[in-house]
């Protein structure tokens, strides 16, 4: 599976998650080139404030691997992660994270915060940014536009 094709997946479970009601938002984990588990942004859904869709694929991720240590893999996100998105990704040893659009407000991989690979924290992340940044924003930024009419 290579980087578009499981930022696509992501983006397309994004549509699901807003079709379900939920802030669109999609993460995607894989290892060795096959998906390990996916996470949608579950907050209303589940009352929780944590169910963000990294913390639910991280969750899922841990029972499918039998492991809280998730070294070995991608994490692809449809947002830049918050802040406490960032701190389960260090936690759980991803080594790589590839988000599509910075979140200018809550952004915790530079864009408001430098959580990822602060410099005396002990693991580090490869972050890249950007793929498909304009179709993901586009849905979130429609979804906002649309409950504010």
Do not use: W
Not at 25 to 51: C, F, K, M, Q, Y
Not at 66 to 71: P, V
Not at 95 to 124: E, F, T
């Amino acid at each position: 599976m290579t980087d578009a094709e499981a930022m696509q997946a992501a983006l397309d479970l994004a549509r699901a998650c807003e079709a379900a009601g939920e802030v669109p938002v999609a993460a995607i984990l894989v290892r060795n080139g096959e998906v390990v588990a996916i996470g949608e942004n579950r907050v209303i859904r589940d009352s929780d404030p944590t169910a963000h869709s990294e913390i639910v694929a991280l969750r899922r991720a841990g029972e499918v691997l039998k492991n809280y240590r998730l070294e070995g893999c991608t994490l692809y996100c449809t947002l830049e992660p918050c802040a406490m998105c960032a701190g389960a990704i260090l936690h759980a040893r991803i080594d790589r994270l590839v988000y599509a659009a910075a979140d200018p407000k809550a952004g915790a991989c530079g864009s408001v915060l430098g959580v990822m690979n602060h410099p005396q924290l002990n693991h580090r992340v490869t972050v890249e940014a950007g793929l498909l940044a304009e179709e993901c924003g586009a849905i979130l930024t429609n979804f906002f536009r649309s409950r504010r009419s």
